[in-house]
């Protein structure tokens, strides 16, 4: 046998591996160890004789040891390899296989982009090879990376395509697989009666095909979907036959998965039956006691953890805290973010129950550290939904953000002069709290990209203008803190109305004022004024404020504020009036001296199903005979036409008149042109090139968009609008306006802005009083819509 000097060896077995080679030095060397067993059978050393396996179906086994033990970085590393291995040696099929195991760890890592890569190549070589069942399998991983990112209509498509291609190979397995997957779908779009009767589907195929883990799976997940249906009964029987069958299962480490997922589901189940509190510490046990046995320190670490959960509710504290520590080794033991940030926060509230106010609050702290670490994609809950991010994960922000102001309210009863800093300190840090939820929020709305390219404000706000106050209110489960800077510094009142319950009168008057019916706004005016504007009064008239700043969050970003009323005035004719959806965003600065060039553009007539805006032709001439500039009409405007003429000219302000939507998700966020609609990205993406500039937008205007009454997570897309296109300030409205009323608006804000001295806020706030103070547009559902968002100088 030839033999090959060991330094040849090394060279040969590294150089089709380098590509590989990324990652701590464990990993390298895996990658290095299993190449090298490639290298060997291609060089001779080792022959078929001596039954050596195929080098990609070691690293594949490998990867999926790592990935078991929830070690999905070293499980990547191991299928890289495995597929440089099979490609190198002209295996399409392994090739294939082993890109889509790749995927499930770049999934579980957040790196959604990259899992979509390896799939669609893993799709090209299955396809190539006249691998059908190959090929289902692929488009089902496909439909289930759209659900993660939020394109429910593309997963329907993949999902649709695998079942009727699994079908007709007769692939029972694989169906009752891809039906799981379309439960999933109808689950994250609220659908649960339909996802029921998916997985019961799901759950008899698997019987058939003897697959009792599966139909277990199946049966758990029918039973938490009718927990959303007020089928309790139901769900336990559910639930119930799901043990039943996993117990007869084979035992593996999806078993102990499936056995958390039943714990959770008898565990939700808690709340109309508090006897099952005992089935779910039971089956907790169970998967503690497997996870153990498998040495699954993942597994292990949640099924403590949810544990310590149980143990907490029942109150006590000593038992839960000892399992919960625990579940934070577990976590940090195999690098778990999305496990060991619950825990810390877990921790952080039994330290708070049991008095130790201290240790709670470093413990809080450590949990919002390694959820600001985590990628975005890994942030929106197991459900997946677009709210999955708020509903997960603002409790933690707020229950901080309250340990905060706790402690701030407690200096205040002492009201000793020389605590005044250590109390400031603490509400700024309530503030900045919520500020990073508020930048995450946003971030899991926009996408990543967006916000990160935003350069934080390098000034603090309140030093800005002497005759304005940022006005923050947060909304606790018990009451509501508004914090009001003011230019003596920051201040704390306590208004004695639950977060959820003022979010509810927002949404009232929302309402009462877009059925323009008198009778029903006012008194809704009036309360919301005592609750957020009348303490603060005394404190405003001593320094002659003129601007308020608000920094809504939740349903308070629907809230049209002009219309507020103290009893004799509206809001709007006291103080001019601006939001901001995140302080730390937001960069104060006057409009630049000189003329500023406007592009201006819009369609009047029907498009898409939409009414026609028959003023808009007489809005635009309006503010181009102020602003001179670029007019876009009708069949001229358009994406392409926009780009262009943006590309060509120095604008900066650009006002678009034409029917706009803002949605719970971004992707489905539009205005209307001539041929059809331009989505909110494309918009930002046309616009954002402006922010590279020595002069950046410093105004976008959207004159005929609208948000839907109650959907908060819409009233984001409104609020982060001009953040999202780089511009400085944007106007935009809540609701729909009479197009002639807008129009005169609209020419009475340019107007009012081209005077020297007049704010953005200002010239709004003069607009807005032009309308009220004609008798055909006084009614508030004309004017209050308008908001002026970001930067109000």
């Known amino acids: 046998m030839r033999t090959i000097p060991w330094r040849h060896l090394i060279s040969r077995v590294w150089q089709p591996c380098q590509a590989s080679c990324s990652g701590t030095p464990r990993q390298v060397l895996l990658v290095v160890l299993v190449c090298g067993l490639g290298a060997l059978g291609a060089l001779g050393h080792v022959r078929a004789a001596d039954r050596v396996p195929d080098p990609a179906a070691q690293a594949l086994a490998i990867g999926q040891a790592a990935f078991q033990r929830g070690d999905f970085e070293s499980a990547a590393t191991s299928w890289q390899a495995a597929a440089r291995i099979a490609a190198d040696t002209k295996q399409p099929q392994a090739h294939s296989r082993a890109l889509t195991h790749l995927a499930r760890a770049y999934t579980a890592l957040g790196h959604y982009d990259q899992a979509a890569q390896s799939l669609h190549t893993a799709l090209r070589l299955a396809e190539q090879a006249g691998e059908l069942i190959q090929r289902a399998r692929i488009l089902g991983d496909l439909g289930t990376l759209a659900m993660a990112t939020g394109n429910v209509v593309e997963a329907e498509r993949l999902v649709s395509d695998a079942l009727t ?142 544990l310590g959960r149980l143990y907490e509710e029942e109150r006590r504290y000593p038992e839960a805290l000892e399992l919960t520590r625990r ?46 670490s985590m990628r975005p994609a890994l942030l929106r809950g197991a459900e997946r939904t677009p709210t999955g991010f708020r509903t997960a994960w603002s409790p933690l922000y707020f229950e901080l953000a309250d340990l905060f102001l706790c402690r701030a309210a407690a200096l205040e009863a002492r009201a000793q002069e020389a605590m005044y800093p250590q109390y400031e300190w603490y509400l700024y840090q309530a503030r900045s709290t919520v500020e990073q939820f508020k930048t995450a929020e946003l971030r899991d709305y926009f996408g990543d990209e967006c916000v990160a390219a935003v350069q934080p404000r390098s000034t603090a706000l309140e030093h800005v203008s002497l005759d304005a106050v940022i006005v ?181 302000i650009v006002h678009i008149a034409a029917h706009g939507q803002f949605a719970t998700e971004a992707a489905e966020s539009f205005l209307l042109t001539a041929q059809g609609k331009l989505t909110m990205e494309r918009l930002s993406q046309i616009v954002g090139r402006l922010r590279f500039r020595d002069q950046p937008l410093e105004l976008l205007t959207l004159s005929a968009c609208e948000t839907a009454s109650g959907d908060d997570r819409a009233a984001l897309g409104l609020a982060g609008v001009g953040l999202q296109a780089g511009a400085r300030s944007a106007v935009a409205t809540l609701w729909l306006v009479h197009d002639e009323a807008a129009a005169v608006l609209m020419e009475a804000f340019y107007r009012s802005l081209q005077t020297p001295g007049v704010s953005r806020a200002r010239a709004l706030q003069q607009a807005q009083l032009t309308l009220l103070k004609d008798r055909t547009y006084a009614d508030p559902f004309f004017w209050a819509p308008f908001l002026l968002i970001n930067n109000w100088l």
């Open 165 to 306: 291609l699994a079908r007709a190979l007769g692939q029972a397995e694989l169906t009752a697989t891809l039906l799981h997957t379309r439960g999933n779908l109808l689950m994250a779009q609220q659908q649960p009666y339909e996802a029921i009767e998916v997985y019961r589907d799901s759950a008899a195929l698997a019987q058939q095909a003897q697959q009792e883990g599966m139909r277990a799976r199946a049966l758990a997940h029918a039973a938490r979907a009718a927990t959303y249906t007020a089928q309790p009964h139901t769900a336990t029987t559910l639930l119930d036959d799901a043990l039943t069958h996993l117990r007869q299962a084979e035992s593996s480490h999806d078993t102990a998965y499936d056995l958390l997922f039943i714990g959770r589901v008898y565990h939700r189940l808690t709340a109309t039956d508090p006897t099952l509190a005992l089935r779910a510490a039971t089956v907790f046990q169970e998967a503690a006691a497997l996870a153990q046995t498998l040495q699954d320190p993942r597994a292990l670490s949640y099924a403590w953890g949810y």
């Open 327 to 372: 579940a934070v080794l577990g976590a940090q033991q195999v690098q778990a973010p999305e496990s060991l940030a619950l825990w810390q926060w877990q921790t952080g509230r039994v330290l708070r129950a049991i008095g130790d106010s201290s240790a709670a609050l470093e413990a809080y702290e450590r949990a919002l550290a390694t959820v600001q």
């Open 472 to 652: 923050y209110p947060i909304l606790l489960p018990d009451r509501t803190d508004v914090l009001v800077s003011l230019p003596t510094g920051i201040k704390r009142v306590e208004v004695p109305v639950a977060g959820p319950d003022l979010e509810q009168r927002v949404r009232i008057f929302r309402n009462a004022l877009q059925d323009r019916d008198p009778l029903r706004y006012m008194q809704h005016a009036q309360a919301l004024y005592t609750w957020l504007i009348r303490p603060l009064e005394a404190a405003m008239a001593a320094w002659h404020i003129q601007t308020l700043v608000f920094v809504p969050d939740g349903a308070l970003r629907l809230l049209p504020l002009a219309a507020l009323h103290d009893g004799q005035q509206f809001l709007v004719e006291k103080y001019a009036l601006a939001i901001t959806p995140s302080l730390t965003l937001t960069e104060p600065r006057p409009l630049p001296l000189g003329k500023v060039q406007m592009l201006a553009a819009g369609v009047s007539g029907a498009v898409a199903g939409f009414p026609p805006l028959p003023r808009v032709a007489e809005e635009l001439h309006r503010v181009q005979q102020l602003y001179g500039g670029t007019v876009l009409l009708e069949q001229d405007f358009s994406p392409e036409r926009l780009d262009t003429t943006l590309r060509q000219g120095a604008f900066g």
